[in-house]
C-alpha cells in the first residue's frame, strides 16, 4: 500500500482568524435569541491568544488510494487533550465569553449538554483561557451535563484535578432513559430556572445553538479551499460521521462566506450508526420511521443479522438498532431540513455501518491512518470513539457498493482516540440530575463555591 502524503498542516483558528471575526459578525447580525450569548466579538490577537488557540491544528493528508478514487483526510484531531474536532468550535465560543469578560468585568458560566466529546473540548478550552491568563477560575466557568452512560467518554483533566476548579465547573450527570434528553433538561433550566441567577448578575450562556458551532467550523472551508482546492473536473465529495452534521453544516458555510465563482459545490456524505440513523432516513425517505428501515434476519449459524435490499444500511451486524457509540445519539435531528437540501442540490449521500462491519475493515483502515500518523489501536473494540472508524468504513463501503461515485473523497477526521489516550472522569466527580430543580442546585454551588461575596452582595 503507497505510504501518505500530508499536503497541510497549520494552526487553523489563527491562521483564518479574521475570517472567523467575519463570519461572527454575519452571524450576530440575524441572531434573534431573547437568551443571553457574550457577543460576537473575539479578543485582539496576541500572544495569550496565539497560545490559546494552539491546539487548533488541521492537517491535510493524501491516503493510499482505494478502488481507483483518491482518498484525502482532513485530520481534526491535533489537540492531544480531546483528540476531536470538537476542539475549534469550542475555543471559539470560549473565546467569545473571554471578550465579553474583558470588556464588560462580568463573570460568565458556560452550560452545555453534551454527549461527551463536546463537553470534554469546552472544559478544555476554559481551562486553558484560565492558565494563558486571558480571565480567572472566577470570572468563567462551565457546567457540564451528559448522559450517565456517556461517563466512559468524558475525560478528565485540569479542571477536574484541582479541588477549586472542580468546584467551580462541576459535571453533572442525567439519569433518565433517553440521553438527548439532557438537551430538554437544559433548555427546561433555561426557561423556569436561569433568569434567578440572571437577576443576581450572573450569566449563563446555554451554547447548543447551531450557529456557535457552524461558525468555529468555517475554518475547514479557508483550509481545503488554500490547501487542496476542489478540481471542477474531479467532484469531491465530503465524507462525516454525523449525530446532527454541524461540522458539514460549517464547513458549507465556509464555502458561502469564500464566494469562490469557479470552485464546484461540495457534495456531502453522511455516515451513522444503527442506534441513531435519522439523518441517512430522512435523506432517502423524507421522514424517519422504523418501518423504513430493511428487515434483518438472523443468520442461525453465525447469530448475526443480515440484509441484502438496502445499500444503505449494514449487510450485516450483530443488532439492528446497534448503539456503536455514544457520542451519535441525537434522535431527529433540527439540522436534517438543511442538510437534506444541500445535499439534494449539491449531490452527496449517506450510509449507516455496524460494529461488526468496522471490525471487518479495521486493519485495513488502521494501515491507512498508522501511514498518515494517525494513532489507531490494533483492535476495533480498543476504540472508544469511532469516529473515524465509522467514516472510514462508511466510505469504503460507500465505494464497493456503488453509492460513492465521485473520484476524490474528502473524510473528515472527526474524532479517534482509545482507553489508552485518557483518563476517565471519576464518578465522584460528578453530580447527578434528573430535573431543572437539581441543576439549578448544581449551578447555584458552581457560582457560590468558597464564599463568592459579590454574589452574596446581590442576592443579600
Known amino acids: 500500500m503507497p505510504e501518505a502524503v500530508q499536503l497541510a498542516s497549520e494552526i487553523a483558528l489563527a491562521r483564518y482568524y479574521q475570517d472567523i471575526q467575519c463570519a461572527l459578525r454575519l452571524v450576530g447580525a440575524r441572531d434573534g435569541s431573547a437568551q443571553f450569548n457574550p457577543g460576537f466579538t473575539l479578543p485582539a490577537m496576541d500572544a495569550r491568544m496565539a497560545e490559546f488557540l494552539a491546539p487548533s491544528r488541521m492537517r491535510l493528508v493524501e491516503l493510499a488510494p482505494y478502488r481507483g478514487r483518491r482518498l484525502l483526510l482532513l485530520d481534526l484531531m491535533g489537540n492531544p487533550r480531546t483528540r476531536t474536532t470538537k476542539t475549534f468550535a469550542s475555543l471559539v465560543i470560549v473565546a467569545r465569553a473571554v ?72 459535571v453533572a450527570l442525567y439519569h433518565g432513559r433517553d440521553p438527548s434528553g439532557v438537551k430538554e433538561l437544559v433548555r427546561w433550566y433555561m426557561e ?49 460521521a454525523v449525530s446532527s452534521a454541524f461540522g458539514l453544516l460549517g464547513h458549507s458555510y465556509g464555502r458561502e462566506l469564500a464566494a469562490l465563482p469557479d470552485s464546484p459545490p461540495s457534495r456531502y456524505f453522511l455516515v451513522q450508526h444503527l442506534n441513531t440513523p435519522d439523518m441517512v432516513l430522512s435523506l432517502y425517505t423524507g421522514d424517519v420511521r422504523d418501518e423504513d428501515r430493511p428487515r434483518y434476519a438472523r443468520d442461525p449459524a453465525t447469530g448475526l443479522f443480515r440484509q441484502a435490499d438496502n445499500e444503505h444500511f449494514p449487510l450485516v451486524t450483530a443488532d439492528p438498532y446497534e448503539r456503536l457509540d455514544s457520542t451519535f445519539y441525537t434522535r431527529r435531528p433540527a439540522t436534517s431540513a438543511e442538510m437534506n437540501g444541500l445535499i439534494r442540490r449539491q449531490g452527496g449521500g449517506g450510509i449507516v455501518v455496524s460494529g461488526h462491519e468496522c471490525a471487518q475493515r479495521h486493519a485495513e483502515i488502521r494501515d491507512r491512518l498508522l501511514s498518515a500518523g494517525v494513532r489507531f489501536p490494533h483492535r476495533f473494540d480498543d476504540l472508544r470513539e469511532r469516529s473515524l472508524s465509522m467514516a472510514m468504513t462508511g466510505v469504503l463501503n460507500g465505494i464497493d457498493r456503488g453509492v460513492i461515485g465521485e473520484p476524490e473523497v474528502l473524510v473528515h477526521g472527526s474524532g479517534s482516540y482509545s482507553g489508552g489516550d485518557y483518563r476517565p472522569l471519576p464518578a465522584g466527580r460528578t453530580t447527578r440530575v434528573s430535573t431543572a430543580d437539581d441543576l439549578a442546585g448544581v449551578l447555584l454551588g458552581a457560582v457560590t463555591y468558597a464564599g463568592d461575596r459579590s454574589f452574596a452582595a446581590r442576592t443579600s
Open 99 to 170: 471578550r465579553f469578560i474583558q470588556d464588560t468585568g462580568e463573570s460568565v458560566v458556560i452550560l452545555t449538554p453534551t454527549s461527551a466529546n463536546k463537553g470534554t473540548a469546552l472544559r478544555d478550552a476554559v481551562l486553558r483561557a484560565i492558565t494563558c491568563g486571558l480571565v480567572t477560575p472566577e470570572q468563567l466557568r462551565i457546567v457540564t451535563v451528559a448522559p450517565a452512560g456517556s461517563l466512559p467518554k468524558l475525560w478528565s483533566g485540569g479542571l477536574d484535578e484541582d479541588p477549586d476548579l472542580a468546584a467551580r465547573n462541576p
Open 192 to 240: 423556569t430556572e436561569a433568569p434567578e441567577l440572571e437577576r443576581a448578575g450572573v450569566r449563563v450562556w446555554h451554547t447548543m445553538a447551531l450557529d456557535n458551532y457552524r461558525v468555529g467550523d468555517v475554518a475547514r472551508a479557508f483550509f481545503e479551499n488554500e490547501f487542496s482546492p476542489p478540481d471542477p473536473a474531479l467532484p469531491r465529495i465530503h465524507a462525516h
